[in-house]
């Protein structure tokens, strides 16, 4: 934007005005792209959800609202394959749950998992007292 000395402050307002504008349609394009896209190639689903509510925040920003019912879709359509199972659960309630509770049954299901990955690699570990192996000491003799 070039100023001109003789320009009103009503005509600089309504310039830079235009140009927010500009740069919020595609800000919104952008946004809604990535929503659109966004896949869980994340650890955790904690940041999956994160990274969802910040570029839902983001819109907000710019005044543009997206409805909870595509929010809660974004979040499950994007799942990684691991929670397939919570995903198909999901889908079939009605009324689709908001965001809210949909981040909270995931965040449950990752507990749930994460737990049972913990209680499976202890009991195929055979160092515990009920284990196979026996412990042979022997004295040598010198």
């Given at each position: 934007?070039?100023?001109?000395?003789?320009?009103?402050?009503?005509?600089i307002w309504k310039?830079?005005?235009?140009?927010?504008?500009?740069?919020?349609?595609?800000?919104?394009?952008?946004?809604?792209?990535?929503?659109?896209?966004?896949?869980?190639?994340?650890?955790?689903?904690?940041?999956?959800?994160?990274?969802?509510?910040?570029?839902?925040?983001?819109?907000?920003?710019?005044?543009?609202?997206?409805?909870?019912?595509?929010?809660?879709?974004?979040?499950?359509?994007?799942?990684?394959?691991?929670?397939?199972?919570?995903?198909?659960?999901?889908?079939?309630?009605?009324?689709?749950?908001?965001?809210?509770?949909?981040?909270?049954?995931?965040?449950?299901?990752?507990?749930?998992?994460?737990?049972?990955?913990?209680?499976?690699?202890?009991?195929?570990?055979?160092?515990?007292?009920?284990?196979?192996?026996?412990?042979?000491?022997s004295r040598w003799?010198?």
């Amino acid at each position: 934007m070039i100023l001109k000395r003789k320009q009103t402050t009503s005509y600089i307002w309504k310039t830079l005005e235009d140009l927010f504008l500009d740069k919020k349609d595609a800000k919104v394009i952008e946004f809604d792209n990535e929503l659109h896209n966004i896949v869980m190639d994340y650890s955790f689903a904690t940041k999956y959800c994160s990274h969802i509510k910040t570029i839902i925040g983001l819109l907000d920003n710019i005044e543009t609202t997206v409805p909870e019912k595509n929010i809660a879709t974004y979040l499950i359509n994007g799942l990684s394959p691991k929670f397939d199972l919570v995903a198909i659960m999901i889908r079939h309630k009605t009324p689709l749950p908001s965001f809210l509770k949909t981040k909270l049954i995931i965040l449950f299901e990752e507990q749930r998992m994460e737990h049972n990955n913990c209680r499976s690699g202890l009991s195929s570990r055979n160092d515990h007292a009920s284990s196979p192996t026996i412990l042979n000491v022997s004295r040598w003799s010198h």
